[in-house]
């Protein structure tokens, strides 16, 4: 193993600092946070830790910038304008936003180059969109009299932001809010807050008005105090489910605007007609994306009766080939897992697979030669029934369930059968047959032989998996409000 990966590349200025109305401000306390490498388990940054005086400090700055400040009140085009050179500033740092991704995540680097791309297509796809959008709709009342239905800006937006895919997630909501128009305060995680801070910088370089994007990082008891805050009109939440419960708990206190992006347990359907060659080719790698800390993971294979077998070898003889190794090689495929809370729950779910009557098909355990290091082998389950708490529960690791099924329905059933709904895929060499499947399949998005997410899409869940969509369109509609004018 080397050592983790080098912070040579990475040029953030101001650790120590908190980005408040476009200043580099000292915090109102000496609280830290530490990054620690998944890879060696040592501290390799220490960045400043925000208080609640701080949070007060971000939205005061928010509210002015969005009640008084130009942002709101320029024009579509000069607002696009402005996200397309943020956009040039990610485009000019791709490599530091890759090396930062797989710094504190363990995500490959040969993934997080290709990935690092979407923030930057986040902001030129919304600044592309905001000047062919409709802000004002004209209608004529059944009298004939005139009616315009206007679109205006929510307010001040608190992103709050997990640490799987930190950078990308915080983008799907800054794009869009900026475009409509609204103020941003931003909480990253504690584990990862490097992110915010590479965006805090392009934002200032790129020259928009000071308040319009505040990070104040911080831990549970930090969020908790922001989205209570009442000059925070909207939160737009990524994470747990059971994170997202709380939030809507304390945002209905007061009746603020909220969306969530939230977990997953996604089901593939294999079908009995599917190629397990060209199936293999997109299931391998998502079900079990940046060591299966991805809420879209594949983690549940549907597999008819006749085939299991058959398909569990196929996808079992893959999955060994998964090179798992230093996240900053390029030849590696799989990483560690991004902290030891995580290790340790992926380590309880294998071990309640195994009680429940789950078959170990392979993994479990961590890898010959690592001696340090968040690391666990790919690991697949067979002879899985439904109601097993690997079934059912989100792992956020690299556990992958081995279904089998009798007859469709009994396959909608069980891929239906969770509190979840984010997303799935259905395999089949008859596209129409799976797209007919696919919309039996109660979840946000369905991908018919293969696995995308593509960020000019809405992407968002059923049931437990939230409320809203991110990306599209569909993405922008929520940093607004309605407005009815009438003309007597």
């Given amino acids: 193993m080397s050592a983790a990966p080098s912070l040579s590349g990475i040029s953030v200025q101001h650790p120590r600092s908190l980005f408040i109305d476009g200043k580099w401000l000292q915090p109102s306390s000496s609280n830290t946070l530490e990054v620690i490498s998944p890879v060696t388990e040592k501290t390799i940054a220490i960045y400043a830790e925000a208080n609640p005086q701080d949070v007060d400090r971000a939205v005061a700055a928010a509210r002015a910038a969005f009640d008084h400040g130009p942002w709101p009140r320029l024009t579509p085009q000069e607002r696009a304008v402005a996200l397309r050179q943020v956009a040039a500033q990610l485009r000019s740092r791709h490599e530091e936003l890759a090396t930062i991704w797989t710094t504190q995540v363990g995500a490959p680097i040969s993934f997080t180059r290709y990935a690092s791309a979407q923030p930057a297509i986040l902001f030129d796809y919304y600044a592309d969109l905001i000047e062919t959008y409709r802000f004002v709709d004209e209608r004529r009342r059944a009298d004939g009299g005139l009616v315009r239905v ?79 805050h009442r000059g925070i009109d909207k939160i737009s939440f990524t994470g747990s489910s059971a994170a997202g419960s709380k939030i809507a708990a304390a945002a209905a206190e007061r009746l603020a605007r909220t969306s969530f992006e939230l977990g997953g347990k996604s089901a593939a359907i294999v079908l009995e007609d599917a190629d397990i060659g060209a199936m293999l080719q997109s299931l391998v790698p998502f079900s079990m994306p940046i060591t299966g800390q991805v809420c879209f993971s594949l983690t549940r294979v549907l597999v008819p009766q006749r085939r299991k077998q058959e398909v569990l070898d196929a996808y079992v003889g893959a999955v060994r080939q998964v090179k798992v190794g230093d996240p900053a090689a390029p030849e590696t495929q799989m990483g560690p897992l991004t902290m030891e809370r995580q290790l340790r729950r992926v380590e309880g779910y294998i071990a309640k697979g195994k009680s429940e009557g789950a078959k170990l098909a392979l993994g479990g355990s961590r890898p010959a030669g690592f001696k340090c290091g968040y690391y666990i082998e790919p690991t697949v389950f067979s002879e899985v029934q439904s109601k097993m708490t690997i079934a059912q529960e989100e792992i956020f690791g690299p556990v992958v369930s081995f279904i089998s099924y009798d007859g469709i329905d009994d396959a909608v059933a069980k891929a239906n059968d969770t509190i979840y709904g984010l997303h799935g895929a259905v395999y089949t060499k008859d596209p129409e047959h799976g797209y007919q499947i696919a919309r039996r399949v ?43 004018i009438y003309f007597g």
């Fill in 442 to 484: 109660r979840s946000g998005s369905v991908t018919v032989n293969g696995m995308i997410v593509d960020p000019t899409m809405p992407f968002g869940g059923f049931k437990q998996s939230g409320m809203g969509r991110e990306g599209g369109i569909e993405g922008l509609d929520p940093y607004f409000e309605l407005k009815t």
């Fill in 150 to 228: 206007v679109k205006e800006p929510v307010g001040v937006c608190a992103a709050i932001t997990p640490w799987n895919a930190p950078l990308v997630l915080l983008c799907y909501k800054v794009a869009a809010g900026l475009a409509a128009g609204c103020a941003i305060v931003s909480k990253p995680s504690p584990e990862t807050p490097m992110d915010a801070y590479l965006l805090a910088e392009c934002i200032e370089a790129a020259g928009l008005p000071p308040g319009v994007f505040n990070v104040v990082p911080g831990g549970r008891d930090l969020g908790d105090y922001l989205v209570r």
